[in-house]
Structures are given as structure tokens and as C-alpha cells.
């Protein structure tokens, strides 16, 4: 079992900054992904940042040269940097995270996992 816990939401101005981080906890052998997505009511959930174990990064268009993600894999953590957040950056933000999990019995198995999401709410 897998749990994944983001936190760091909350209510900014426009050109303000938050940081979001996500744990992994667990059964985890290994994290091989972890990125940040975004939803609105108005929208399909989207990708806005993920990093490789290897450090590779992709990042959304509409984020690039604002927001920042680093990972810890010592805590199995991953932190997003949110700077000059303008009012479309409002969404409820959720960290997915792809790695191997530990199953007694059956060894080694491949996981997804989602957190709850946190809400990002940019507004004068």
C-alpha cells in the first residue's frame, strides 16, 4: 500500500508564490516518476510538471520560467515552486507518483498512485 499526501495549498495574490510538496510512504522500493497536475471545473486534469528518477524534467508551457519542481528521493518528496501565480493558475493541484511497491508474496509490483489534491487559489 502506497499513500500520498500533498500539502502547501491555499490563497494568493496574483504575482505571489506558493510551494507545494507531496510524499510517497509505504511499501516503496523505488519512484521512477512524480509529477504535479492540475484540474478546474471547466477543464480535463493536466499535466503540469513531472520529473524522472534521472532528474528529466517536462514542463507545461504555460508554467515555464514560473514554477519549479525538485525532488528529495531520500523522502521519496516532490516540491513545486510556484512563483508569479497569475488567476488562471487556480485549480485543485495533485501529485501522481509511478514507481515499484513490495507485496509479500508476490515481490515486487508496479504502482500509480494520486494524492487527494490541494487547492491553489490565485485572486486579488
Not at 499526501?5 to 519512484?31: D, F, N, W
Not at 492540475?38 to 504555460?62: C, F, W
Request: charged share 15%.
Amino acid at each position: 500500500q502506497v499513500q500520498i499526501v500533498e500539502s502547501g495549498g491555499g490563497l494568493v495574490q496574483p504575482g505571489g508564490s506558493l510551494r507545494l510538496s507531496c510524499a510517497a510512504s509505504g511499501s516503496i522500493s523505488s519512484i521512477h516518476y512524480m509529477g504535479w497536475y492540475r484540474q478546474t471545473p471547466m477543464k480535463q486534469r493536466e499535466l503540469v510538471v513531472h520529473i524522472t528518477n534521472s532528474g528529466s524534467t517536462n514542463y507545461a508551457d504555460s508554467v515555464k520560467g514560473r514554477f519549479t519542481i525538485s525532488r528529495d528521493n531520500a523522502k521519496n518528496t516532490v516540491y513545486l515552486q510556484m512563483n508569479s501565480l497569475k488567476p488562471e493558475d487556480t485549480a485543485v493541484y495533485y501529485c501522481n507518483v509511478k514507481g515499484g511497491t513490495v507485496v509479500p508474496g508476490r515481490g515486487v509490483l508496479d504502482f500509480g498512485s494520486w494524492g487527494q489534491g490541494t487547492q491553489v487559489t490565485v485572486s486579488s
